[in-house]
């Protein structure tokens, strides 16, 4: 089983920027992709980017150019950095473990971002 801890939400204004991290912990194996989620409210859950084990990057249409997803293999850590940030990034955001062979996926718990004036 793997536990998957979201950190580093908040209140910023639009415009700026915020970094969320990730940690998984249990039995982590190197075949994994790691992803960010989000939900505002009455809105369905999104995928907002992914990284492989192998470093591959993927990103939602609405965050290419804004938000960079990364990850420090020393650490175990996964980071969503997010800059010129909108109000329409408002949501609770999740981080994801999934073991490619199974495909067994761990969330978090999630992290509150709101970008507001």
Known sequence: ???????GGGLVQPGGSLRLSCAPSGN????????WYR???GNQRELVATITSAGT????????GRFTISSDNAKNTVYLQ???LRPEDTAVYYCTYRYL?????????????????
């Open 1 to 7: 089983q793997v536990q998957v801890v979201e950190s």
């Open 28 to 35: 982590i194996f190197k075949v994994s992709i790691m992803g």
């Open 39 to 41: 939900q505002a409210p």
């Open 57 to 64: 990057r993927n990103y939602a249409d609405s965050v290419k």
């Open 82 to 84: 997010m800059n010129s």
């Open 101 to 117: 062979p199974t495909m067994s996926t761990s969330w978090g718990q999630g992290t509150q971002v709101t970008v507001s004036s």
